[in-house]
């Protein structure tokens, strides 16, 4: 086992160990046996052959179906691990994840409950354009009854997804697409990371840096680079619920905070983080949270649009600066 | 071709038996919502009796229902206690969701009610799971979705057929045609004028009954449901019927040409069905008068013990979100 | 005619006279032609009747299909009105809303559009239960190229409407369910309010309320009876765009806010508004914004849950005191 | 029944020159994408010439067309500029859509191109929308909507497919069965053997042809269009034939059966219709051979246009997102 694996290899490796700790666990959606390719990118590749093709099914595009499908399966005693192949496509079954999957617990008294995960990737940075790129986490976070996490590294993805298996309430497992083929540490098998613990991948004094996915990952290898500021930087990693202990503990040290993710800016999820923190430690901060987020716009096709759709890392370190006061 | 088999004289007691508890409860409910005693939206069944009791005579506790917010009649048939029921309905703590469900989201998983929803269509694609997992565990139990002629437009229902046939799932697809989708007549929605015949789709059985005929409807049901418990798939059941109160309770027939509701109440399952016990020699008018009394007593009961049970504490907002309590 | 009438009067008016004054202006949706109740709740009455059922169409149950159908008829130029009967269902057509009507404008960089307005109904107060109350505003006005309003009173929903319906962009239109029967000023007939535009609906000095809906009405009513605390009360009325200068000039004055809304409050809209706040008047602020919202649950059936669901008058008071250390 | 007789000779020199540009196109775009030159998710349509063409060829340019990822050819065959169609593929601000929308998205309301989708079925529900507007106008134009076998699977199909026939909508529903939708096989997802059965769900013709063929597939579809201009309603057609590339650019075939492709590529129609061509005497070798010149330079054009014209400048992430541009 080589000791550096990406993303898709880590995913597998939580899908094959879940399927072969619990018989309960089920893996469906379009192409994810093998006989139709293992996945669009081979996350589920080897699933069918290894447990079946009772476990691992391959089904029509009818996201609507297959999600109530997955959602009765879970009511029933089973752990389904739904794909839906990108996140846009959510929007053909909205229906079963927020008026079903999320609600029938609550709604039903506490008698039922949907164990499920719905696997789904996005991103922008493959050119897929306005219908294949959006983040829409912000939605899902909003939506009692639902978790929803991000991972940004292989060994989270792994630990992550071991949890949201393991979880008795729905999770939204994102996968950030222009990630998934990047190597990173291999996780080590069985380890599992909570939901809603956030890790902190880079210590400092001056800013708290605080986002999840791969613009985290982007600037911290860029904040590695500045020695006059000195940046905490803060991987959510779980969206909702999301870690407000380990967010203002850091924010309490630093005193100023910049909340970044690739959603668009306008009523996204940066704004639950930087109220939490305003409504905390106002009189600790040296002045107002900074959220940077896409623009408000649809994703767009173009590269060098698409470049500039998403916060660079020169943006989140020109943040940090102003509200540091530390000029570049 | 079903069978057209009179069933032995102790199923057909048994169907009178939920009819009439089916019958005395939607007369019941009707006369508190309009005593003020009890507020909550309410869809009356009264005239869709027999769709449900000529069914659930034949399933076990172990078969499941999914059915819609004009489902307290599958429910009653389904054997969902009376008394928990109508806690349930009022808001209170003893229903069987606590309250925080109410008559358009009970669920009772022991008596194989295992979800109603308030979205149309949305009752198919999570029974379509229930039969998923039925066929996983190996056991022959069989799953039901009950939904309206309408909801036969809606792309869940295509979805779940299509699906349904695909895997071969032991669900039954009980829809009761009651010729309106609120106050739109079913021509005017619907290309063609049997919804059975949409079964050619998925390359199933599909049969148009008379909704108030209790003895052709046993045994097109019986034919579904040996069909299911051995494995050969689904079956879609379109019963003729009519809801005699109109969309929700309140509605006014406006919408409806003249005559078209005395011509349906002329054809009423439930004196109809009295009267062909009782001149089959089934039973004695006392025998049927016995039977609801014990029906009007056990109605009467679950009304007080209703009314008598307390509201839900406010703390149940944050009970039964997630499988985790919140705090406040 | 009367000067008052309540807002389904107001919103039929608006219709009508957009219906008299443009012939590319449609209506569609389930029920909504006359022979079909004219809407459920009587918003479209009469309008079928008047302007025949060619431009006032009551569709088969398939948000999707007539969704879309609205999409390519305002490709066309037509103006197209859709009603999808209440806010949740528009799960079920969320990729026609958020993956086609919002983005074909960008996608296709300007040559098409999409002068759309959906009008849909919701919020806690009728005992609806958790499928039938949500606002989901906060997930619309994530969305680049919607446009999203919430008006509070008879004139206001009038005056939107209008604008709705002559922008070049798809406008989500909220009718607050528990409001609609209200009565208020009526409409001078004509006069249209520009979408993006508050309404300061209560001047005072010691701290801001924002808001919109019902709740705004709800506590200025309160406020009025308050008379050792001066409130200014803004009724935001549009949440996409929201007229973030009246909105910043108010607390630049009061250098206190409250943000309320019936949506949940975690990751809700009020996020953005609390947030671009502590952005832009930082050092003005006598404390945190505060943010108020529904609890994070699914919204419950019972009674005195749902309004223990939603803010009360009280509640909001009591934030305002604490933050201006007014105590009661 | 549709007629048999071949079409006129210079509607069959038409066709073929549609069938050369489509066929020299996308040979070109696969060797730009191969040498690097352009980057972007690209769907060979290879194989499927013949379907767009013998269609497009007794269509107007008011007739419109709404069409998927798959859908280049669709596209060209419509009279999409080719100039613009691969600077929209580069990303150009010379492209149909300034690049912003990228080859999932392309659109040229001028020759009818309404729009394009990267969700699977939604090319359904905007085509009924497009033709209602042509009914509602008054016109006998007609509107095509493309897609894919594996569509024929989701509710927007269903929805679709039944607005279109209740409300007689003039619109043609063309699904290319190309036996796959991604990796998985048709019979695995298709409850049905022939997906123009479904077409008696809403009571409307549904026919099955070979989508190699030219003349049968001219033949149907002019039966298809006169019914729509007669405005007797939609038809359903559903053109046998194969993507000799699979899905996308890049894949491997590891997913087909030995031999499936072989055989498909043996009934190539563009070969097949060359032949036809010559043996019929319609034309010569060295005919075609011109029309093939003419359009080789024609892309060699388009391509070095497009690769020469610039890219949009991050100013257009403000523009088209709603009529009014936005402020940075
Ligand atoms: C997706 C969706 N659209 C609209 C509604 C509003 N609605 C509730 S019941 C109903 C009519 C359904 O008619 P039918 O399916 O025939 O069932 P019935 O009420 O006649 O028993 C409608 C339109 C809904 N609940 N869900
Ligand atoms: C709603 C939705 N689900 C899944 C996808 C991902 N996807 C893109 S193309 C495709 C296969 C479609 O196959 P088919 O309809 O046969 O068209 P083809 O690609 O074969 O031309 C899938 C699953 C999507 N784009 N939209
Ligand atoms: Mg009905
Ligand atoms: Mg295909």
Redesign the pocket.
Known sequence: MSDKINMIQAINWALDDAMAADKKVLVLGEDVADHTGGGVVGVTRGLSEKYGRERVVSTPISETAFTGAAIGAAMMGFKPVVEIMLMNFMTVCS?MIVNHAAKLRFMSGGQTSVPMVIRTMTGPGFGSGGQHSDFMEGWYAHTAGLKVVIPSTPADAYGLMRSAIDDPDPVIFVENGPMLFAPGEAPVRGTKVEIGKAKTIREGKDVTVIGYGRIIQTFAAHAAKLDDLSVEIIDLRSVQPWDRAAVLASVKKTGAAVVVHEACKEFGPGGEIASTIHENLFSDLRGAVVRLGAKFSAVPFSNPLETAYVPSAQEIEAACRNLVRVPA | MPANTIPPKEVLLDIYSKMSLLYHNDERARQVIRSGRLVMPY?S?RG?EAIPSALCAQLRDSDTIST???GTHDMLAKGCPVDKLWAEMAGRVDGTCKGKGGPMHVTHPESGMMVTT?????SMPIACGLAWANKLNGTDDVSVAF??????N?G?FHESLNLAAVWKLPVIFV????????H?K?EETCAVPDIATRAISYGIPGHKVNGNDVVELYNVYQEAIDRARAGEGPTLIEADTF?FFG??FGDDDAYMPAGEKEAAVANDPWPNYRKFLVDGGYATEADLEAVDEAHKATIEAAVAFALASPFPDARELYIDVYAEELVA
Chains 1, 3 share one sequence.
């Open positions: 229906d | 869809y069944f869709q819609i917010y004009r308030g979205i149309v269509g949305s939904f309206g002629d309408a909801a036969n809606i869940a829809c009761s045609n009651n010729r309106y989708g609120e739109t079913f809801r969309h929700v």
